[in-house]
Nanobody, 128 residues
């Protein structure tokens, strides 16, 4: 059974950094697009970032709201995807979910099917 397990969330102050990790259990996800969504209280789900598999050159996507502050990377040897979040803002407060799919359309196309696999989520709170 495919599992995605997030870690690294927490409570930080504005301007601080956090690194989220998403460990996946199935070697086959090495060929999947993997990334992050977030959902803040009372708001819809937002596709934050994804990284393609190496056979697609590891292309990355970032939502406008995080471009320049967040960096996604993947370590296939460790079956883990990371999201480095710098210069955090209160509006980054949300539950962050790791997800995996054969491609990245679920992150960018509101009419696309959601990703196939999801983690349980990790809370990120940015507050002074």
């Amino acid at each position: 059974q495919v599992r995605l397990v997030e870690s690294g969330g927490g409570l930080v102050q504005p301007g601080d950094s956090l690194r989220l990790s998403c460990a996946y259990s199935d070697f086959s996800l090495k060929w999947y697009t993997i990334g992050w969504f977030r959902q803040a209280p009372g708001k819809g789900r937002e596709g934050v970032s994804y990284i393609d598999s190496s056979d697609r050159d590891g292309s990355t996507y970032y939502a406008d709201s995080v471009t320049g502050r967040f960096t996604i990377s993947r370590d296939n040897a460790e079956n883990t995807v990371y999201l480095q979040m710098n210069s955090l803002k209160p509006e980054d407060t949300a539950v962050y979910y790791c997800a995996a799919d054969p491609d990245g359309r679920g992150w960018t196309d509101s009419g696309a099917l959601p990703p196939d696999y999801w983690g349980q989520g990790t809370q990120v709170t940015v507050s002074s």
